[in-house]
């Protein structure tokens, strides 16, 4: 009874060996650096990692702990640009929405009409830049 236990978990953790998948060190949309089996749409510098990796060689670890450091680095920095760059540009898309409102209340000073429509446009006009310039 005692082989038969003993060949039967032999068996079982054999078949889990096999159907382990290989480990992916990807990096995330957020510039984490993402240890993962299957990557995920979004992730980038996706690598296969042997999941018995050894480093044997301590320079060796100590450069690919620098390459995973700078890569993440170069993900945030990229992250930091984009979001900064749509900042500006909603920001520009505000201003230029102010300017029309402003306009809008001149002409309607002079000529006591339409602002309503006009200051709707004003925001039509600010919702098409954001979704047109800023994406």
């Known amino acids: 009874m005692n082989r038969i236990l003993i060949i039967v978990c032999l068996l079982f953790s054999l078949i889990v060996t096999a159907e382990a998948g ?8 957020d510039g984490k650096a993402i240890v993962t089996t299957t990557p995920q749409d979004g992730m980038r510098d996706c690598v296969l990692k042997d999941s018995q ?10 450069k690919s702990k620098v390459s995973q450091r700078s890569a993440e680095r170069e993900a945030r920095e990229e992250n930091y640009r984009k979001r900064r760059q749509k900042e500006e540009c909603v920001s520009e898309c ?15 000073k002079k000529n006591y009409s ?13 919702n098409s830049c954001k ?3 800023c994406n």
């Open 22 to 29: 290989g480990l992916y060190s990807c990096i995330d949309q």
């Open 53 to 62: 990796e050894n480093f044997t060689d301590r320079e060796t670890y100590e």
């Open 94 to 108: 505000s201003d230029a929405q102010q300017s029309c409102f402003k306009t809008c209340d001149e002409d309607y």
């Open 114 to 126: 339409g602002r309503n429509f006009c200051r709707r446009g004003c925001a039509d006009t600010y």
């Open 131 to 133: 979704s047109n310039r």
